[in-house]
């Protein structure tokens, strides 16, 4: 096979390198705005216009057909499985659900659930993939930037009024802007502040930490558990390593930091304790009882006890395959006294076993288990602050996913996680260049 001349090579591999970072706008900045765009229309002119699935749909196929031109083992294991699956327990679930229960099944519920997953899949996907390219780009910064615009929408909220409530106007406090869910938002927050730390370890100056602290005010004024606890958490982590552990390769970083130090630091620790005596000030008593041991404890302790309440109720083939999860949905919700309204469990691990089974929830869940054992494979063998970091996302993942869900379903975390992971796929941790055309 003849070569392409090394003129042609330069010019393929700069189109797609613009593609690329055009798919990397949309993914990022892009579907914010959208989100927020279709959030306001909803809540402030009360028009339901179904724009963000349409576009991520759009993302997805982009995606997919970028993967489908590689067609290594990653698309196999992450995508082949998962499809497959759906394709074998579909069939399952109409012939074993029976006449009775037919009216519950809701084909609607059942694609947009799955159809998330997948999303979350080929996102990993792409970003493992098409990871040496992606060095060209900052992603760390992209990223940063995304979890900043996010914030700063929560704090405009705050200040303004405007926006979604996280707990309802007569208990609790925070907000979610012109986001859906809470828990999504607080974990995409957490995530985009763990990957945005690692651009402010590379080249430490005091805008990245400015940035940083705008995220991190932005995850806790959502008023979740995960928002608050995990952006607070994350703060002294990282003010512990830059004042005790860290120290700068370059001159214009050391003398920064030493700055920050002197003047910063202390500043700093005096803001973080005046902004937690605001956040506890703002408890009422539906609030201290969810940040009690017993409420975080019990938190979606029904709704697990229901789900493997439903899967025990399973025989046959289901305990395998599922029945779907508009069953389960619709079992949770007459169990929660909704009676004809369906329900999610919100746990992720839950939820996936009674919906999809044993079998099921195996093939789903056991990438997200690989991801955590070569992240500790990997600070086994450096505990740099880059391996600390990757290990604190795959584990926090899988230990939300167990007690408040929203993970593996969650669009807008999909592609910080997604980049997290592709860090994990470098050899010995180098990023190499990739020379091919």
């Known amino acids: 096979m003849q070569l392409l001349p090394p003129d042609n090579c330069k010019i393929k591999t700069s189109q797609r ?70 394709l074998i327990a579909f069939p399952c679930w109409l012939i074993n659900i029976g006449i009775n229960n037919i009216q519950g099944f809701q084909v609607g519920i059942e694609i947009e659930s799955f159809s998330k997953i997948i999303y979350f899949f080929i996102v990993v996907c792409f970003f493992v993939n098409y990871r040496y390219e992606l060095l060209k780009f900052n992603l760390a910064k992209i990223i940063g930037n995304y979890g900043f615009i996010i914030s700063t929408a929560l704090i405009l909220s705050f200040i303004s009024g405007y926006g979604n409530l996280s707990h309802g106007g007569d208990y609790g406090f925070g907000t979610k802007s012109y986001f859906k869910a809470g828990n999504d938002l607080g974990l995409t927050i957490i995530y985009s502040l763990v990957v945005y730390s690692l651009d402010l370890v590379r080249r430490f100056n005091l805008v990245h930490l400015l940035k940083v602290i705008v995220i991190a005010c932005g995850g806790s004024l959502i008023g979740t558990r995960v928002g608050l606890v995990g952006s607070l958490s994350w703060i002294i982590i990282l003010i ?20 920050f130090k002197i003047f910063g630091f202390p500043l700093l620790a005096l803001g973080i304790i005046r ?19 017993e409420g975080i404890k019990n ?15 399973l025989e046959g083939l289901l305990i395998l395959s599922g ?25 992720d691990l839950h939820e996936l076993l009674g919906g999809y089974g044993v079998v099921g929830l195996l093939i789903l869940f056991s990438p997200f288990i690989y991801f955590l054992v070569r992240a500790i494979k990997r600070i086994s063998k450096s505990n740099s602050f880059e391996n600390f970091s990757l290990l604190f996302i795959t584990s926090s993942f899988i230990f939300i996913a167990f007690t408040a869900g929203h993970c593996i379903r969650n669009t807008m975390v999909a592609p910080i996680y997604a980049y997290a992971v592709s860090l994990l796929f470098f050899k010995n941790g180098k990023h190499k260049k990739n020379t091919a055309c």
Do not use: H
């Not at 512990?240 to 700055?259: H, V």
């Not at 902004?275 to 041991?293: E, H, P, T």
């Open 17 to 86: 390198n613009k593609a690329l970072y055009y798919l990397l706008l949309l993914i990022f900045p892009g579907s914010i705005l959208i989100d927020l765009f279709t959030g306001f229309t909803q809540l402030q002119l009360n028009l339901r216009i179904s724009v963000a699935p349409v576009y991520r749909t759009a993302l997805m196929i982009w995606m997919m057909w970028l993967i489908l031109r590689r067609q290594n083992d990653i698309f196999r294991k992450t995508i082949f499985f998962p499809i497959l699956f759906l």
């Open 240 to 259: 512990i390593y830059l004042g005790f552990i860290y120290t700068p390769s370059s001159a214009n970083n050391k003398r920064s930091l030493k700055k």
């Open 275 to 293: 902004f937690i005596s605001f956040i506890i000030s703002s408890f009422d008593k539906y609030m201290l009882i969810r940040f009690s041991l």
């Open 323 to 347: 029945s779907g999860m508009s069953l389960l949905y619709q079992y949770v919700g007459y169990k929660m006294c909704f009676p004809g309204q369906y329900r999610m469990v919100e746990a």
């Open 299 to 313: 938190a979606r302790y029904l709704l697990s006890t229901y789900a493997l309440e439903y899967f025990s109720s």
